[in-house]
């Protein structure tokens, strides 16, 4: 019987291009053509987390914290931000223009440079 692989294990590990506060626009799904700042990078299941964008409602439990003087423990519907596949969005220039990304080496350090432009990214 074959073995069945774990999520995010089919393919192999590759460095993204895009990191955390990169300006990026969505070119696909319900939110096309918004832009927001990235929050945060899955670079397993190659996800992220803009903000503001793609909102999950997440329905929890209250849970009292123990030790705590008032029942600060909220519950209910909450929203917050779903993952987007990093094929779905193109990281934007300072400009504001939707770019692919190179990298160059500068001493020996890896640079992020814009393709549309040639301007640097770091």
Known sequence: MARRRSAGASAPRRTLKIRSGDQVQVISGKDRGKSGRVLRVEPKKERLFIEGLNMVKRHTRPHPVAGAQTQAALGGVIEREGP???????????????????????????????????????
Request: glycine residues 10%.
């Open 84 to 122: 987007i596949h990093i094929s779905n969005v193109m990281l934007l220039d300072a400009k504001g223009k939707r770019t692919r990304v190179g990298i160059s080496r500068e001493d020996g350090a890896r640079v992020r440079v814009a393709r549309t432009s040639g301007a640097k990214l770091d």
